[in-house]
């Protein structure tokens, strides 16, 4: 890395210990489909033709997987980062419901990425949903309009303007072909909607589309907008996207003053040595990780957590049968952990 960088993180970590304590933790995107109505997004594996075959518009992920992650992130003491899907896959009362119930089972209000909603929609979300997010991706106006050409970015700011009850995050994908100075309107962007959070995620390159081959951005890059934003921002909620192949970054972007990490797979990856050395690398920065990525805590009975959340029989057992099956892989994951170590 070079000194410039170092410099700039080293502010950054020094602004974030000014006004945050220590603690961070790990955030659980839940997903309610694989397919999007849109699917124009340059860089988004929806907009890949294999994915528009494997994933008709009827593809709608169970209502008993969504209620399995809210419950894990309720033991594990993951945050909920937010509910989130492809766009126009489910009318809004079924919406509506499913942020109910997640809700519920999570025992908190939660937040929504679900694209622009109108004002008398977001009525309803209110008993169960406290934040709203708007996927800006890129800020900067010609880039935007080429990367994502059918989600404008005027509707999302409308929406932030009448939408005063509910806390305010945007996401931003680092590697878009970005420049530095766009960063002053990232700065403009904040400051006008007054956002409470912001979510930053590192360009994974996907096949099909137009970023494929390429590697993403380089890790100094990504830190680079994370620390500029601490340091322009000292008290703005900075969440840092990882994946399976950049999750040794985790602890230099808490370092650079993000306050915690979401996109690592931690479902499948639960138990596993990339678990393992994200918690390690939290722990020798100095910083405590709320909850776990690698030991299931003792004290959970699971059969009678899903039997108290109040659902219908027929849902319950649902619910159950598909824990049995993301423990089992957990499961998995821990022993052959442990077995490696041992060998």
Request: glycine share 6%.
């Amino acid at each position: 890395m070079d000194e410039e960088t170092t410099k700039l993180i080293q502010k950054a970590e020094a602004i974030y210990k000014e006004n945050y304590s220590n603690v961070c933790w790990y955030g659980r995107c839940i997903f309610l489909s694989w397919y999007c109505d849109l699917g124009t997004c340059k860089f988004c594996f929806r907009s890949t033709i294999k994915h528009k075959v494997k994933h008709a518009p009827t593809a709608k992920r169970s209502l008993s997987s969504d209620l399995v992650e809210a419950l894990l992130c309720k033991k594990f003491e993951w945050r909920i980062e937010f509910l989130t899907g492809g766009y126009k896959i489910f009318p809004m009362e079924d919406l509506v419901e499913r942020a109910k119930l997640i809700s519920q089972v999570y025992g908190e209000k939660i937040w929504l990425n679900l694209g622009v909603i109108t004002r008398e929609d977001l009525d309803q979300f209110k008993p169960y949903v406290k934040g709203i997010v708007s996927s800006i991706e890129t800020i900067e106006p010609k880039l935007h309009d080429e990367m994502c050409p059918d989600k404008p970015i005027k509707p999302y700011e409308e929406m932030f303007d009448y939408a005063p009850d509910f806390k305010r995050s945007m996401t931003t994908v680092i590697g878009l072909g970005e420049k530095r100075e766009d960063f002053e309107l990232l700065k403009k962007f904040i400051k006008k909607h007054n956002l409470d959070r912001i979510t930053f995620y590192a360009l994974k390159p996907v096949k099909g589309t137009i970023f494929e081959g390429t590697n993403g951005p380089k890790t100094e890059d990504y830190l680079w907008w994370i620390a500029q934003t601490r340091i322009a921002f000292p008290k703005l909620e900075i969440i840092a996207g990882t994946t399976a192949r950049r999750y040794e970054e985790v602890g230099l972007l808490l370092k650079a003053g993000a306050n915690a990490f979401t996109k690592f797979p931690a479902t499948k990856m639960f138990g596993t040595k990339e678990a393992y050395k994200i918690e390690q690398d939290i722990k020798e920065l100095g910083r405590e990780l709320k909850g776990t990525i690698t030991k299931i805590p003792e004290d959970i009975n699971w059969e009678k957590d899903i039997e108290n959340l109040g659902l219908n029989q027929d849902l319950e057992e649902e619910v159950k049968e598909k824990m049995k099956l993301y423990l089992k892989r957990i499961e998995n994951n821990i022993k052959n952990y442990e077995s490696n170590l041992n060998d």
